[in-house]
């Protein structure tokens, strides 16, 4: 086998079992580099979030979130630092109780008599691994930012239902009965996913505006409830149920609706479950459309929040931070049991 | 037997919740015959397309034509082409400073080159990296997942986490410290923040892409490469010879829809560089927009919709060419 | 009660007419067998009759209430598909609830009626199971069991046998036969296998392209096929035809030259032929008598034993249309060799080949019942 480092050669060859050659090494090389590169700054964030206040500006930062030790000493009324401190090649511990421009006031903490002046080049910090829990307990009960929460739960949740059923029944209609401008209709719904949102988010907002729902949650669920992605993605789904099944519900004096929610709903089970997933994902990650359309602060989901936060506390990373961590860890664990469906779900529309 | 009689018990509830749903359904059905149960069916879905996609439409070129504050178009007065004149009025097109609407023009240069080095960028790299999950290589559901974590992420989140990465005290500087290098605030700088805002493009998108591109080599059937192994081809002849030309229909695909997802750019840019920063230089066309009608209380929503309108026909070309070539890919 | 009446029906798929000015009066309690080639509308016939499809012109009556507008419930038939059509999604249990269910019956009413169902067809064990977890035998018994539980005016099955091997489709059709017998209840059965019609109608439908060939009991449609399509279609191997002319009429008989200087005798109405016609005479394979000088000459190819019964492939001297007969037993004759054919007279149908029709027959004869092929 040659050892070429041909670049060509490095991605068309597949791998032969029992034989490692420079084109293997490359291709671990970039799927891992890209590892890390997707992992690093994500675990980066995750690690800063449980820093505490003092420590998260600290430069060069620590990787592992940590605080300095702090302990009682006997005499002294708050919790003093600990720091190793070299004196003649002697390293101790030692507790300090000022500092003073380039010197240091430290005493014994286990021996406490008078403090003794030590140079600062000449300590450094005792610190064990913490996790500052304050930075995601504060949040939730000090700002808004249960608030947040609580609203773009309620838009997922309700959004989500809405979607499945408004655009089952649209799929139904499409897919399993031959009614006049059934082709047209399905064109024009299809069409508007040529109309992104951005093309039209100014009337967009003028007409939610005219229904009197701006700056209300309702006026994020309702316009986005009607999806051409969902109907396309569950009527091709329908189309391989058999007609037969229908007609066999017929003669078994079924109404039409009675059909849909008996026979056609359960059997479209998996389709709804990928388009709920998308819609969960798309709802809870929303930000130019509520950004638009939210304005009170009681209001706002939590995208728009934490855009918020970034403007008002923009040197207050830890509990930005924190709050980003919250938010990103129901994708995280959606992604993380359902990513099979996820990734079948979006190679089989080429959508999301 | 105790189960059996609760499951019909619960079976009971369901039933009579179901009957009062049904009835006024059912209702329809008997008074208008099952042939017209389709249209009931489709109300709902039409009703919210027509009012808040086609409706919006309609008022979008509207308000193209209309100027003044107000928010009804109605009470706006008719002004003909005279915003469009306005967005377009310019000595030289290349220097946005000559324009009338120098921010207008600023956006749309700053959108181009994003789109030219995102497009390019993430094309490469969703191309590599599917090629080589496509060599059935160990793990590979492992690293699809993983590259595919960003894409479900919001745009908001991942604007934030690389603004901290980006930090002054961030990841980036600590480590090009350990080398030496002074430390960057790379978000405040012109050259930088552009190229982070393309990287971070490419970061959050590119799983995406890889997906679809390893769905289209996956389907290119076996017994090809087999046959070009036997007839000895070398492997930047079976490249170019077998793989991209069957993966071409898909490539362009990908190209198109990238560059329509590319032209919007706005969330996660929008947080990563605090609204466009430094100055203008990562000011886009969807921002643009968002700053003419709701940015500021000025409410230029003729301006906006004059250029959203002009966006909205680059975005329709771009459509129709991607819907023709996923026809003729069907075909 | 389940008397059915067609009259003039048409149906058209937009510019595409598939069945035409049917008329067709099936008597309560019957049994009647739809069958015609692929695409010849049989499906379409019943799925009208089941009110799953409009009708573009006629009528339809079902025990004496027009209903043209009535949807399939209305109309009280059951349909069993030929894909079974059972709900994947639900137990056997629920599949034959849930016609009752919609028809809001009570729920002991429901349990009642499932368990008869279910033990004249001896699915009680799978009651629970979803129909994957079941065999195609068993899937098509539950099929039928949701028909019966409704307890219908009429039965539709659409080539319900299709999807079952060869031992299972026996099976099931004698089971279906002595579900009739037991119900009671007019069935009509859609099929393009002849062996099915044959055995089990107490009627016989022949359907060709969108019309009605011929309507009558097996053995009608057996031995006096109206046409040659009927002809044709029934009977295994099909029936053989010989050209030739008509050369003498006498009283009751008719005088068929077939070339070979030997006329046959056709028991044919004198007033139906005229000399000098062109006629095509067909006759099955089991209706020659073999010879071992006189009549038609017959070069065998090869044959095939059965054990019981032999089938003779060759062909008349000189012609190239392969002839078929059939002789009980063991029969093994050379290939190559030359048999003498003699068909049976009164076994011989002849058709205008210009109208396809049989030419008519002179006064009937009270014939015994013959086994056949
Ligand atoms: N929904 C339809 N639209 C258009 N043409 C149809 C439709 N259904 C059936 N046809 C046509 O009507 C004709 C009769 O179809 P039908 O299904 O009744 O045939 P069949 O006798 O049941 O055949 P088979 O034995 O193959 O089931 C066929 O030519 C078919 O193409
Ligand atoms: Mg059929």
Same mark, same amino acid.
């Given at each position: 086998?040659?050892?070429?480092?041909?670049?060509?050669?490095?991605?068309?060859?597949?791998?032969?079992?029992?034989?490692?050659?420079?084109?293997?090494?490359?291709?671990?090389?970039?799927?891992?580099?890209?590892?890390?590169?997707?992992?690093?700054?994500?675990?980066?964030?995750?690690?800063?979030?449980?820093?505490?206040?003092?420590?998260?500006?600290?430069?060069?930062?620590?990787?592992?979130?940590?605080?300095?030790?702090?302990?009682?000493?006997?005499?002294?009324?708050?919790?003093?630092?600990?720091?190793?401190?070299?004196?003649?090649?002697?390293?101790?511990?030692?507790?300090?109780?000022?500092?003073?421009?380039?010197?240091?006031?430290?005493?014994?903490?286990?021996?406490?008599?008078?403090?003794?002046?030590?140079?600062?080049?000449?300590?450094?910090?005792?610190?064990?691994?913490?996790?500052?829990?304050?930075?995601?307990?504060?949040?939730?009960?000090?700002?808004?930012?249960?608030?947040?929460?609580?609203?773009?739960?309620?838009?997922?949740?309700?959004?989500?239902?809405?979607?499945?059923?408004?655009?089952?029944?649209?799929?139904?209609?499409?897919?399993?009965?031959?009614?006049?401008?059934?082709?047209?209709?399905?064109?024009?719904?299809?069409?508007?996913?040529?109309?992104?949102?951005?093309?039209?988010?100014?009337?967009?907002?003028?007409?939610?505006?005219?229904?009197?729902?701006?700056?209300?949650?309702?006026?994020?669920?309702?316009?986005?409830?009607?999806?051409?992605?969902?109907?396309?993605?569950?009527?091709?789904?329908?189309?391989?149920?058999?007609?037969?099944?229908?007609?066999?519900?017929?003669?078994?004096?079924?109404?039409?609706?009675?059909?849909?929610?008996?026979?056609?709903?359960?059997?479209?089970?998996?389709?709804?479950?990928?388009?709920?997933?998308?819609?969960?994902?798309?709802?809870?990650?929303?930000?130019?459309?509520?950004?638009?359309?939210?304005?009170?602060?009681?209001?706002?989901?939590?995208?728009?929040?934490?855009?918020?936060?970034?403007?008002?506390?923009?040197?207050?990373?830890?509990?930005?931070?924190?709050?980003?961590?919250?938010?990103?860890?129901?994708?995280?664990?959606?992604?993380?049991?359902?990513?099979?469906?996820?990734?079948?779900?979006?190679?089989?529309?080429?959508?999301? | 037997?105790?189960?059996?009689?609760?499951?019909?018990?619960?079976?009971?509830?369901?039933?009579?919740?179901?009957?009062?749903?049904?009835?006024?359904?059912?209702?329809?059905?008997?008074?208008?015959?099952?042939?017209?149960?389709?249209?009931?069916?489709?109300?709902?879905?039409?009703?919210?397309?027509?009012?808040?996609?086609?409706?919006?439409?309609?008022?979008?070129?509207?308000?193209?034509?209309?100027?003044?504050?107000?928010?009804?178009?109605?009470?706006?007065?008719?002004?003909?082409?005279?915003?469009?004149?306005?967005?377009?009025?310019?000595?030289?097109?290349?220097?946005?400073?000559?324009?009338?609407?120098?921010?207008?023009?600023?956006?749309?240069?700053?959108?181009?080159?994003?789109?030219?080095?995102?497009?390019?960028?993430?094309?490469?790299?969703?191309?590599?990296?599917?090629?080589?999950?496509?060599?059935?290589?160990?793990?590979?559901?492992?690293?699809?997942?993983?590259?595919?974590?960003?894409?479900?992420?919001?745009?908001?989140?991942?604007?934030?986490?690389?603004?901290?990465?980006?930090?002054?005290?961030?990841?980036?500087?600590?480590?090009?410290?350990?080398?030496?290098?002074?430390?960057?605030?790379?978000?405040?700088?012109?050259?930088?923040?552009?190229?982070?805002?393309?990287?971070?493009?490419?970061?959050?998108?590119?799983?995406?892409?890889?997906?679809?591109?390893?769905?289209?080599?996956?389907?290119?059937?076996?017994?090809?490469?087999?046959?070009?192994?036997?007839?000895?081809?070398?492997?930047?002849?079976?490249?170019?010879?077998?793989?991209?030309?069957?993966?071409?229909?898909?490539?362009?695909?990908?190209?198109?829809?990238?560059?329509?997802?590319?032209?919007?750019?706005?969330?996660?840019?929008?947080?990563?560089?605090?609204?466009?920063?430094?100055?203008?230089?990562?000011?886009?066309?969807?921002?643009?927009?968002?700053?003419?009608?709701?940015?500021?209380?000025?409410?230029?929503?003729?301006?906006?919709?004059?250029?959203?309108?002009?966006?909205?026909?680059?975005?329709?070309?771009?459509?129709?060419?991607?819907?023709?070539?996923?026809?003729?890919?069907?075909? | 009660?389940?008397?059915?009446?067609?009259?003039?029906?048409?149906?058209?798929?937009?510019?595409?007419?598939?069945?035409?000015?049917?008329?067709?009066?099936?008597?309560?309690?019957?049994?009647?067998?739809?069958? %015609?080639?692929?695409?010849?509308?049989? /499906?379409?016939?019943? =799925?009208? +009759? @089941?009110?799953?499809?409009?009708?573009? &012109?006629?009528?339809?009556?079902?025990? %004496?209430?027009?209903?043209?507008?009535? /949807?399939?419930?209305? =109309?009280? +038939? @059951?349909?069993?598909?030929?894909?079974? &059509?059972?709900?994947?999604?639900?137990?056997?249990?629920?599949?034959?609830?849930?016609?009752?269910?919609?028809?809001?019956?009570?729920?002991?009413?429901?349990?009642?009626?499932?368990?008869?169902?279910?033990?004249?067809?001896?699915?009680?064990?799978?009651?629970?199971?979803?129909?994957?977890?079941?065999?195609?035998?068993?899937?098509?018994?539950?099929?039928?069991?949701?028909?019966?539980?409704?307890?219908?005016?009429?039965?539709?099955?659409?080539?319900?046998?299709?999807?079952?091997?060869?031992?299972?489709?026996?099976?099931?059709?004698?089971?279906?036969?002595?579900?009739?017998?037991?119900?009671?209840?007019?069935?009509?059965?859609?099929?393009?296998?002849?062996?099915?019609?044959?055995?089990?109608?107490?009627?016989?439908?022949?359907?060709?392209?969108?019309?009605?060939?011929?309507?009558?009991?097996?053995?009608?449609?057996f031995?006096?096929p109206?046409?040659l399509f009927?002809a044709g279609f029934l009977g295994s191997p099909r029936m053989n035809m010989l050209k030739g002319t008509?050369?003498?009429?006498?009283?009751?008989?008719?005088?068929i030259d077939v070339g070979y200087r030997i006329a046959l005798p056709a028991?044919?109405?004198?007033?139906?032929?005229?000399?000098?016609?062109p006629v095509l005479a067909g006759i099955r394979p089991a209706h020659f008598t073999l010879s071992q000088e006189e009549g038609l000459p017959f070069i065998v190819q090869y044959h095939e034993s059965l054990?019981?019964e032999t089938y003779v492939y060759g062909t008349l001297d000189g012609q190239s249309e392969q002839i078929i007969i059939h002789q009980a037993g063991?029969f093994a004759p050379k290939a190559g060799g030359r048999l003498f054919l003699m068909p049976m007279p009164e076994r011989l149908h002849v058709f205008?080949p210009?109208?396809?029709?049989?030419?008519?027959?002179?006064?009937?004869?009270?014939?015994?019942?013959?086994?056949h092929a």
């Amino acid at each position: 086998m040659s050892t070429s480092l041909d670049p060509v050669a490095f991605l068309t060859r597949t791998r032969r079992p029992g034989r490692v050659g420079v084109t293997d090494i490359l291709s671990w090389l970039w799927l891992i580099g890209g590892t890390l590169a997707v992992l690093i700054p994500v675990a980066w964030a995750g690690l800063s979030s449980l820093k505490p206040e003092a420590e998260i500006t600290r430069f060069p930062p620590t990787l592992l979130p940590r605080a300095a030790v702090q302990k009682t000493v006997t005499g002294f009324e708050n919790p003093l630092s600990l720091w190793k401190v070299t004196v003649d090649g002697e390293t101790r511990e030692m507790a300090m109780v000022r500092r003073i421009g380039l010197k240091a006031q430290m005493v014994d903490p286990n021996e406490p008599g008078k403090p003794v002046s030590i140079d600062v080049k000449d300590i450094s910090p005792v610190q064990q691994l913490t996790a500052a829990t304050e930075n995601y307990t504060d949040p939730l009960t000090k700002f808004d930012f249960l608030t947040f929460l609580k609203n773009s739960v309620f838009v997922t949740f309700v959004a989500t239902i809405l979607t499945l059923i408004v655009n089952a029944l649209a799929a139904f209609a499409l897919s399993k009965y031959r009614f006049r401008g059934d082709k047209a209709i399905f064109v024009l719904i299809i069409s508007t996913l040529m109309i992104p949102l951005t093309v039209v988010m100014v009337p967009a907002y003028l007409v939610v505006v005219g229904v009197g729902l701006v700056d209300n949650l309702w006026g994020i669920i309702i316009p986005t409830i009607a999806s051409p992605t969902g109907v396309f993605l569950l009527r091709q789904y329908m189309l391989t149920i058999p007609d037969e099944l229908i007609e066999a519900a017929r003669v078994d004096a079924a109404s039409e609706f009675r059909i849909f929610w008996r026979i056609i709903l359960p059997l479209t089970a998996p389709a709804l479950a990928v388009l709920a997933i998308f819609s969960i994902l798309w709802r809870w990650n929303d930000f130019l459309w509520p950004l638009i359309v939210l304005s009170s602060r009681e209001n706002f989901t939590l995208q728009v929040g934490l855009n918020a936060f970034q403007g008002e506390f923009s040197v207050q990373w830890h509990y930005i931070l924190a709050m980003t961590f919250l938010s990103l860890l129901p994708v995280t664990i959606v992604f993380f049991f359902l990513q099979k469906y996820i990734t079948t779900g979006i190679a089989g529309t080429g959508m999301k | 037997m105790s189960t059996p009689r609760i499951a019909t018990l619960a079976d009971r509830t369901l039933d009579f919740v179901m009957r009062l749903v049904e009835a006024p359904i059912n209702g329809f059905e008997w008074l208008f015959g099952r042939k017209r149960m389709p249209y009931l069916f489709l109300a709902p879905n039409l009703v919210l397309f027509g009012i808040f996609t086609f409706l919006p439409i309609a008022i979008a070129v509207g308000y193209a034509f209309t100027g003044g504050t107000e928010l009804f178009v109605a009470d706006r007065p008719f002004v003909g082409f005279d915003n469009f004149r306005q967005l377009l009025a310019c000595e030289d097109y290349s220097s946005p400073g000559s324009c009338r609407e120098s921010l207008f023009w600023t956006a749309i240069w700053n959108t181009l080159w994003f789109v030219g080095f995102n497009v390019a960028a993430t094309l490469l790299v969703a191309l590599v990296t599917a090629l080589i999950l496509n060599r059935a290589i160990a793990a590979c559901g492992f690293f699809r997942a993983v590259f595919f974590y960003p894409v479900l992420l919001s745009p908001v989140v991942i604007g934030l986490i690389w603004k901290w990465f980006l930090d002054r005290n961030g990841l980036l500087n600590a480590f090009l410290q350990m080398l030496g290098v002074p430390p960057e605030i790379f978000l405040l700088d012109v050259g930088w923040s552009r190229f982070f805002v393309v990287v971070v493009s490419v970061w959050f998108h590119m799983g995406f892409y890889t997906l679809i591109l390893l769905a289209g080599l996956q389907a290119i059937p076996k017994d090809l490469y087999e046959a070009a192994a036997i007839d000895a081809a070398s492997p930047r002849r079976t490249l170019l010879r077998i793989t991209l030309p069957l993966l071409g229909p898909n490539l362009l695909v990908v190209l198109i829809l990238l560059m329509i997802r590319s032209v919007q750019i706005f969330d996660e840019a929008w947080v990563l560089t605090n609204g466009g920063g430094p100055g203008t230089a990562n000011s886009f066309i969807v921002q643009y927009i968002y700053q003419m009608a709701f940015g500021s209380d000025l409410r230029l929503f003729g301006l906006a919709s004059a250029a959203s309108v002009l966006m909205g026909v680059v975005l329709l070309i771009l459509t129709l060419i991607q819907l023709r070539l996923g026809r003729r890919m069907e075909s | 009660m389940g008397e059915l009446k067609l009259t003039g029906v048409n149906k058209a798929f937009g510019a595409l007419t598939v069945l035409h000015d049917i008329n067709l009066t099936i008597e309560d309690g019957k049994f009647v067998v739809f069958v %015609g080639p692929s695409g010849c509308g049989k /499906s379409t016939l019943l =799925r009208i +009759i @089941a009110g799953l499809e409009d009708i573009s &012109a006629g009528g339809i009556e079902i025990g %004496g209430r027009d209903v043209g507008r009535f /949807s399939p419930a209305e =109309r009280r +038939i @059951a349909m069993v598909f030929q894909s079974y &059509a059972l709900y994947p999604h639900m137990s056997v249990r629920k599949n034959l609830a849930f016609g009752l269910e919609n028809l809001k019956f009570k729920r002991s009413e429901i349990e009642a009626r499932i368990q008869e169902a279910a033990r004249m067809l001896a699915i009680e064990p799978y009651l629970d199971r979803k129909p994957r977890q079941l065999s195609g035998g068993q899937r098509q018994r539950v099929a039928i069991g949701r028909a019966i539980v409704r307890n219908p005016d009429i039965f539709l099955f659409d080539e319900p046998l299709s999807n079952l091997d060869a031992a299972l489709r026996v099976q099931t059709r004698a089971e279906i036969t002595r579900l009739h017998r037991e119900l009671k209840t007019t069935m009509i059965y859609v099929t393009h296998d002849q062996v099915e019609a044959m055995t089990m109608a107490d009627q016989i439908v022949v359907l060709n392209s969108g019309r009605i060939e011929q309507v009558g009991t097996p053995l009608e449609l057996f031995d006096n096929p109206r046409n040659l399509f009927v002809a044709g279609f029934l009977g295994s191997p099909r029936m053989n035809m010989l050209k030739g002319t008509v050369t003498a009429i006498e009283d009751g008989s008719v005088a068929i030259d077939v070339g070979y200087r030997i006329a046959l005798p056709a028991k044919l109405d004198p007033a139906g032929a005229r000399i000098g016609q062109p006629v095509l005479a067909g006759i099955r394979p089991a209706h020659f008598t073999l010879s071992q000088e006189e009549g038609l000459p017959f070069i065998v190819q090869y044959h095939e034993s059965l054990g019981t019964e032999t089938y003779v492939y060759g062909t008349l001297d000189g012609q190239s249309e392969q002839i078929i007969i059939h002789q009980a037993g063991h029969f093994a004759p050379k290939a190559g060799g030359r048999l003498f054919l003699m068909p049976m007279p009164e076994r011989l149908h002849v058709f205008d080949p210009d109208t396809g029709l049989a030419l008519p027959r002179a006064v009937e004869e009270p014939r015994r019942v013959h086994e056949h092929a």
